[in-house]
């Protein structure tokens, strides 16, 4: 009996372990020669997260160029980070799709997984040093084991 080709989704950030998750992914889960398709996931949170505090003081014009500035940095690191992983694919001959999602990156992570009809999403464990932000503000990774719908494997940093 032949099976369908399963559906992996890799939740990319800038971050290492992300780029881990990638690896592990690739040498674990996919298997281009069934039909498995790889999806390299990327969520930009809105450049006004990072200033807030800084509209009301420095007025609307500067707070326009500063959210202008973040952008532009935004999409060339996203365009640096997917390159990245998409060596990483090429290593292992998979041919990924790439989806870039504007927003919070815990609720556009979760939307996306269940838009492309994703069988598991795979995401990498950041590091013990940010656990203090994590208690404050919650981890995507925590928050999407709890709210993806379909199976979750969370890959631990090496």
Not at 34 to 63: C, R, T, W
């Amino acid at each position: 009996m032949e099976r369908e080709g399963k559906k992996v989704v890799v939740g990319v950030d800038h971050s290492q372990e992300s780029l881990q998750a990638v690896q592990w992914a690739l040498d674990n889960i996919v298997e281009p020669q069934y039909g498995d398709s790889f999806v390299l996931l990327h969520s930009q949170p809105p450049p006004h997260l990072f200033m807030q505090n800084e509209a009301p003081i420095h007025g609307p014009k500067i707070a326009s160029d500063l959210v202008q500035k973040l952008r532009n940095y935004q999409e060339k690191a996203t365009e640096a980070i997917l390159e990245q992983a998409k060596k990483l694919c090429a290593e292992h001959q998979v041919e990924p799709t790439t989806v870039v999602v504007h927003g919070d990156p815990r609720d556009k992570i979760c939307e996306s997984v269940n838009e492309l009809n994703a069988d598991v999403l795979v995401m990498g464990s950041h590091s013990a040093h940010r656990s203090i932000k994590r208690a404050f503000l919650g981890s995507v990774t925590d928050y999407c084991a709890q709210n993806a719908h379909c199976a979750i494997l969370i890959v631990k940093p090496s």
